[in-house]
């Protein structure tokens, strides 16, 4: 046993892919495909070029292909502003024109949503995006004090360069229902 080699630890990339298979695992259901994963980066090879490779590979193992990325929801960073007369909610939505946009209130919850389109076509391969796009949605609360009603409460809701700004005044009765804003 004295002349047995000691067993080898697994490198950082055996464990990023045995992560990787364990969440492929759990995504699916189903054991990751039995191709594999790991190869030295050929020397006749770009290396950055051959990782980019790589990487494509292992998105689309783990993207189902019936499934686009933009079909999964994303929520749009907001800010709310309030003074004595009016709460003033913030959002970004830049590359998202008008009639995409919806928004509602219901009791004291404005909710905001709608869908950004790629930015390019089919003909274009999206290599990398800090931007989301698709279905978006996001609810702000505002203080469960605050009801809105069409009738007493005034709710402005105003797209313009990339930034909708929703005005929502402090008076006003109990909702009854959903109340659909118009976007300006």
Known sequence: MANEPPPTAPSGI????GKVEDLY???????PPS???SAPIPVERDPTRFVE???DRLLSILSPPEQEPSSFAWSPPVSVWENEKEFVVSVDLA???RNDVEVKMQDNRLTISGRRPAAFSND??????ERPFGPFQ????LPPAL??????VPIEARLRDGELEIRVTKEGTAAEGPKKIPVN
């Open 25 to 31: 695992r759990a995504v699916t259901g189903n054991p």
């Open 14 to 17: 055996e464990e990023a892919i």
């Open 138 to 141: 996001r609810t702000v609360l």
């Open 95 to 97: 590359g998202v024109a």
């Open 35 to 37: 191709e594999s994963y």
């Open 53 to 55: 490779e790589q990487v």
């Open 147 to 152: 009801r809105a009603r069409e009738e007493s």
């Open 124 to 129: 274009h391969r999206l290599r990398a995006s």
